[in-house]
């Protein structure tokens, strides 16, 4: 049965707390618990905005690469099923006023068809391709891949018949948690394989890259100079906002495509 709108406006009061639930799952008991209910079997990963990609010179010319948003275009044209969420609910229970409350996620898989049509609608393979662009236009970052959590609280199975395209704002999304969840559950959410990320000479310590900017709060100034942990899940919004264009992200190997393409496909079957 789908989930009725009570309970997801239950669900948006919730909201604003996430960060003391998170915080919960510390406790060996309950961490366990929230990790088997809602994060069991789930590989979700962060795709870098195409703007901020840099290709290591030993690797194809730039007007050759294939960029990360192809990863997202793939499992659309492949799947037969798709579905625009009406909202973003991170954005409407934060009541997000930097970034579009209507452009909420994308559900690609048969389960799609149980989800409650009060809180989005099918669409055709074009209109989820202009979404997914709608998206990155807005500055939104995609997070893709299998998330249980997405089909306990739309209450749609089965699983691996449910591919989540998160489209995320620094401020509100849900993924802030990752700081404070345990590192079980923490390492289900990783950077596109491929990735790497560094902070360049250039570097003034200004500042500017630690203000509202990374999701899971990756950068710290150490000694007057900008500092990137193993927290960084290579979104790249550190380096659009940069005013000194010290931040570098690159893509290292040739195979990312293929290699998140196959790890996806093994979660989530989308015909």
């Known amino acids: 049965m789908a989930r009725p709108l009570w309970f997801v406006k239950i669900l948006k009061k919730t909201f604003p707390h996430i960060i003391i639930i998170a915080k919960m799952t510390r406790f060996p008991i309950i961490g366990k618990l929230i990790e088997k209910m809602l994060f069991e079997g789930d590989d979700i990963i962060f795709l870098p905005k195409d703007k901020v990609i840099q290709i290591n010179e030993s690797l194809k010319p730039q007007d050759e690469i294939i960029l990360p948003s192809k990863i997202v275009e793939y499992f659309i044209e492949k799947a037969n099923y798709h579905w625009i969420m009406n909202f973003c609910i991170c954005r409407d229970s934060m009541k997000c006023k930097d970034y579009p409350i209507n452009l909420g996620c994308l559900f690609l898989g048969e389960a799609v068809m149980g989800i409650n049509p009060q809180l989005g609608r099918r669409v055709t393979k074009e209109e989820a391709l202009e979404h997914v662009r709608r998206c990155r236009e807005a500055g939104l970052v995609h997070l893709i891949g299998r998330n249980k959590l997405d089909s306990s609280w739309l209450n749609v199975n089965p699983g691996n018949k449910l591919l989540s395209i998160c489209n995320c704002c620094p401020c509100c ?79 290292e190997d040739s195979t990312f495509l293929d290699t998140t393409i196959s790890r996806i496909t093994k979660l989530v079957d989308v015909s």
């Open 173 to 251: 999304c849900l993924y802030r948690i990752l700081p404070h969840v345990t590192s079980e559950i923490g390492e289900k959410f990783t950077k596109m394989p491929g990735v790497s990320i560094k902070v360049t000479e250039k570097c003034v310590g200004c500042g500017t890259c630690t203000k509202n900017v990374c999701f899971v709060d990756a950068i710290k100034l150490v000694n007057k100079r900008a500092t990137i942990s193993n927290e960084c899940r290579g979104c790249g919004r550190c380096v659009l906002i940069c005013p000194q264009n010290a931040i570098e992200l690159k893509i």
